[in-house]
């Protein structure tokens, strides 16, 4: 089995598990190794959800028993992604401003 990364059409990151000799095209077909799409059990919007997929990825969180284990990359995870919210909301204030 052969480790591949690929991204979907919303623009999410996973890993997966090919056996030798199987083409790429087939890559969304392997045993996916993560991560999981968590996002989507909490009912998260798009853009943030993908965000949030995408900084897990990064982050090698696949599981439930790794993400108990590093709480405070969770919280990285999410400062990170309001982050993002917080500069475009500001972007948003100064954009009104100059209307």
Known sequence: MIQ???TD??????RVLL???IPESEIDKGIP???????DVLGLPE???TRIHNKLFEKKIWSATEARKQ???LQGI???V???????????FVDLDRS
């Not at 059409?9 to 996973?14: A, E, F, L, M, V």
């Not at 309001?82 to 948003?92: F, I, K, T």
Request: glycine letters at 8%.
């Open 71 to 73: 709480p405070q990359v």
């Open 33 to 39: 190794v993560g991560p999981p799409d968590v996002v």
């Open 9 to 14: 059409d919303r623009g999410r990151q996973y």
């Open 47 to 49: 853009p943030l959800a």
């Open 4 to 6: 591949h990364d690929y």
């Open 78 to 80: 999410l400062r990170s």
């Open 82 to 92: 309001l982050m993002l919210d917080v500069h475009r909301l500001m972007e948003a």
């Open 19 to 21: 056996p030798a000799g």
